[in-house]
């Protein structure tokens, strides 16, 4: 059977690569924290030593559009572009392209099915930046193969959080399931608190650091149970116009289980929280010397 | 209220850089071209197919022909794309970074929760 050797949970910040990218006389003082944090967490995706990448994210209105909207979609594609005209613009992100693993994305689409779930799938998918983002944090040497799957966080009536948590424990099952030699990371990235487009947008913290404090504790404690009894859809609208990006959180935190994570750190940004989780469900899968730190919050 | 096709503007008009700088330099001529030719589109199809039924209201129009971003907050239009677009069209006549974002915020601040229905 397949070995899921990692799982990443994180925030998806499309300004991290233009930051990370400047002289550092150009760069704003929280540059420098900002890339120490990000390849301290990337450390604990490359000693995990994957052989394929599953990828979470959400496509933010670029190929999924509302004439024709999937709750849950996964790609099924030889390849991938990645990132779009108006991301290069606003974000300054370069476009990619992408190997995909067609076995496994065939493999996920019939069991997912077969275990309740009507998944969408994509022949031809250009992924945006909630795919392209963990990338440049934590595989920037875009190596690998990725099965991309999208959830929908942003255009509603969306499923309710139990759903996507639902959703991460049947990955889970059908990855721990996969006939294969493979090496499998599951990465998926969400948000905390979050407001686009409203009148808290862009403040010196996330619209609601108390929501986030409570946050990254469910996350990194394994809390799906506390998580599940204090979130729900409408609830999401309170800390943020765009919190319901932690939705995929949620999913990832039922990917991993009722654990606590194995490196938590999290990072008080100028408009959100930060924050970057992993979990190693088989620490026996996992080389070397133990990681240096576990992150700010364990 | 058609949320739906005031999105559909947004997200047309956003991807296009040609059409971004049509919209900002020309409001009133590119809404009302847009939905002449464009608001029936299906999208991906040929014009054989276009749909038959699609308009704006009026205060749609007028919120989108005056650039007013609080106006289409509060009728519901996406965030999102709400914000995509403008960022395009006018950070760059801020100075200081973020400011457009924040004087975009500022001009909401009236507006507590709950906030306007997105749902479409």
């Not at chain 1, 990006?245 to 490196?263: C, E, K, P, Q, V």
């Not at chain 2, 503007?9 to 971004?20: G, Q, S, V």
């Amino acid at each position: 059977m397949a070995k899921l050797v990692a799982i990443l949970a994180t925030t998806h910040h499309p300004f991290y690569f233009k930051t990370s990218q400047l002289p550092p006389e150009e760069a704003p003082p929280f540059a420098a924290p900002w890339v120490s944090a990000v390849e301290a967490y990337r450390e604990t995706l490359t000693r995990a030593r994957p052989d394929v990448l599953v990828m979470v994210g959400s496509d933010h209105f670029h190929q999924l559009w509302l004439d024709n909207m999937p709750q849950f979609l996964i790609g099924k594609a030889p390849y991938y572009d990645g990132n779009w005209e108006n991301e290069m613009r606003e974000f300054g992100l370069p476009k990619l392209f992408f190997k995909g693993h067609e076995e496994l994305s065939a493999y996920m689409l019939r069991e997912g099915i077969d275990k309740g779930f009507d998944l969408a799938f994509s022949n031809e998918l250009r992924v945006d930046h909630s795919v392209t983002c963990p990338i440049f944090t934590v595989r920037p040497q875009n190596d690998l193969p990725i099965v991309p799957i999208y959830t929908n966080i942003f255009a509603p009536p969306l499923p309710r959080p139990e759903r996507f948590v639902q959703l991460g424990k049947t990955i889970r099952e059908i990855i721990d399931a996969w006939p294969s030699d493979l090496r499998v990371a599951v990465i998926g990235t969400g948000h905390l608190s979050l407001e686009l487009g409203g009148p808290r947008q862009f403040g010196p913290h996330g619209p609601d650091p108390e929501f986030d404090a409570r946050a990254v504790r469910w996350i990194a404690d394994g809390d799906i149970d506390g998580c599940l009894s204090s979130v729900t859809l409408d609830s999401l609208h309170a800390p943020g116009n765009a919190t319901h990006g932690f939705m995929d959180f949620m999913l990832m935190m039922g990917i991993a289980g009722h654990t606590r994570a194995d490196y938590a750190d999290n990072l008080d940004l100028f408009h959100t929280m930060e924050a970057y989780f992993t979990w190693y469900p088989d620490p026996s899968l996992i080389d070397g010397p133990p990681l240096t730190s576990k992150g700010a919050l364990l | 209220m058609s949320k739906y096709l005031v999105n559909k503007f947004l997200f047309t008009i956003d991807r296009d850089h040609e059409l971004t700088e049509r919209y900002r330099e020309d409001p009133a001529g590119t809404v009302a071209w847009w939905e002449a030719e464009e608001a029936n589109r299906l999208l991906n199809c040929i014009d054989a197919e276009k749909s038959t039924w699609l308009s704006f209201t009026d205060a749609e129009r007028t919120a989108l022909t005056t650039h007013d971003h609080v106006a289409l907050f509060e009728m519901g239009a996406h965030p999102f794309l709400t914000l995509t677009l403008w960022i395009a069209m006018f950070e760059r006549d801020f100075d200081e970074p973020l400011g457009m974002q924040l004087d975009y915020a500022a001009k909401l601040a009236h507006l507590g929760l709950p906030y306007p229905d997105i749902a479409t």
